[in-house]
């Protein structure tokens, strides 16, 4: 029996993984091939010739002009580029949209506790803690529980 190297073993998975990626890479060759752009519609690829019709002339394409037929494939191609734009700045638009709701959403509920918050700061500078020492601890005692009882 013969003894497998690791270096073997992983060089062979990796030949394996060329091959298979080979095969697929022929599979896919056809679907992006009217896209050079690589343009997408809600994750789908946009082919630039979505907006031929479904009724193409045989005939004509051997007498066909080649400058008009590059005029309509640019054309085609600007307007699927045209879809593509459209629907990228509506997604960015939606989301700067959300985005300002929620910051004025949270600005009004910011505003709101703050309207709410009382905050006094009447006898808070009236004693020095010097002044405290000296007091005797039943009059401490007193202020005590008249301030808890304030609050």
Same mark, same amino acid.
């Given at each position: 029996m013969e003894k497998i190297s690791p270096l073997r073993a992983s060089l062979k998975a990796f030949e394996q993984f060329k091959a298979q990626r080979a095969q697929k890479r022929q599979e896919?060759?056809?679907?992006?091939? #009217?896209?050079?752009f690589g343009l997408t519609f809600k994750g789908n690829i946009v082919q630039m010739d979505v907006f031929e019709s479904q009724n193409k002339k045989a005939e004509n394409s051997s007498n066909s002009n080649s400058i008009?037929?590059?005029?309509?494939?640019?054309?085609k191609l600007a307007?699927?580029?045209?879809v593509s734009?459209?629907?990228?700045?509506n997604s960015i638009?939606?989301?700067i949209i959300s985005f300002g709701s929620r910051l004025k959403e949270n600005t009004i509920n910011a505003w709101?506790?703050?309207?709410?918050?009382?905050?006094?700061? #009447?006898?808070?500078?009236k004693d020095s803690v010097s002044s405290l020492q000296k007091r005797p601890v039943g009059e401490l005692e007193e202020m005590?529980?008249?301030?808890?009882?304030?609050?």
């Open positions: 896919n060759a056809g679907i992006g091939a #009217t896209n050079p008009k037929d590059g005029f309509n494939k640019a054309g307007a699927s580029a045209w734009t459209k629907n990228s700045f638009k939606q989301s709101d506790k703050l309207n709410k918050t009382e905050i006094s700061f #009447t006898g808070l500078f005590l529980k008249t301030e808890l009882e304030a609050v």
